[in-house]
């Protein structure tokens, strides 16, 4: 009998974390979760605190595209059937754009949009009817964001691409739902604002991670599209729809 289970990107902290918690304590059909992060010794970590389903870790760096050939052969070789593909590994880096790391600029394309990419493609052939995919974009996704842009501008890749992926997988029943939370308290956000002061409506609608998750989680289920957790965030969504972009530009500079 084939496998059910689920894959989890960016599983060692954060959002990854918090989706492998809820998922793990809410789908008890799932035989295995499959967790891809860099850091072995956090997945490992994992492993050996979760009693519910077994964790398999998979220590990968998505930057590099070689090493997708290790999940894309443990899948041909396993055949599982996936109920759940969380693409939750990101980057961020705030500045003026000029000022940025090349290093960190390109990153931010290879993880946010690339990586992201390539990991649907491998594990889509091997999804069940009544999958779902969920993708992290962000609230950031609505509009460009001066001192953010390249950011914003991949995560407006991944809102856009998940949302066409989602029509086009309607006849096989998967579930494609963009996540685009505002700010979220976790060890991303404090990395990506390493190097500036965090302005002050950033922390005034700071979400929790299990908050998030649940919205997902609970859109997905009502087959919804896009998830957009807590009301600050609905409104920066509906305002962003209604008012001209360099209009918003200028709000938010």
């Not at 959002?15 to 492998?20: A, L, T, V």
């Not at 793990?24 to 295995?32: A, G, H, K, V, W």
């Not at 492993?47 to 519910?52: C, F, L, P």
């Amino acid at each position: 009998m084939r496998k059910k289970i689920a894959i989890v990107t960016g599983a060692s902290s954060g959002m990854g974390r918090e989706f492998i918690k809820q998922i793990t304590m809410r789908y008890s059909f799932l035989d295995e979760v499959w967790v891809i992060a860099r850091r072995m010794d956090r997945l490992e970590e994992l492993k050996s605190n979760n009693s519910k389903i077994k964790i398999v870790p998979m220590a990968m760096d998505l930057n590099d595209m070689s090493q997708f050939l290790e999940l894309e052969n443990k899948l041909k070789e396993e055949k599982p059937k996936v109920f759940f593909l969380v693409n939750s590994a990101g980057f961020g880096s705030v500045g003026l754009f000029e000022d940025l790391d090349e290093k960190d600029v390109a990153g931010m394309i290879d993880i946010n949009c690339r990586a992201l990419t390539m990991m649907t493609y491998k594990v889509l052939p091997f999804m069940a009817k009544g999958a779902y995919i969920y993708q992290f974009a962000s609230s950031a996704a609505f509009v460009p964001q001066p001192k953010f842009g390249i950011y914003a501008a991949t995560k407006s890749f991944v809102l856009s691409f998940s949302k066409s992926l989602n029509v086009e997988l309607k006849d096989r029943h998967i579930q494609v739902v963009a996540i685009c939370p505002g700010p979220v308290k976790t060890e991303f956000f404090d990395l990506a604002y390493e190097k500036t002061n965090i302005k002050m409506y950033k922390l005034l609608v700071m979400a929790k991670p299990e908050k998030v998750v649940e919205k997902a989680l609970k859109d997905g289920a009502n087959k919804k599209s896009v998830s957009v957790y807590g009301l600050p965030m609905k409104m920066v969504q509906i305002l962003c729809k209604v008012f001209p972009w360099d209009f918003a530009m200028k709000f938010i500079r």
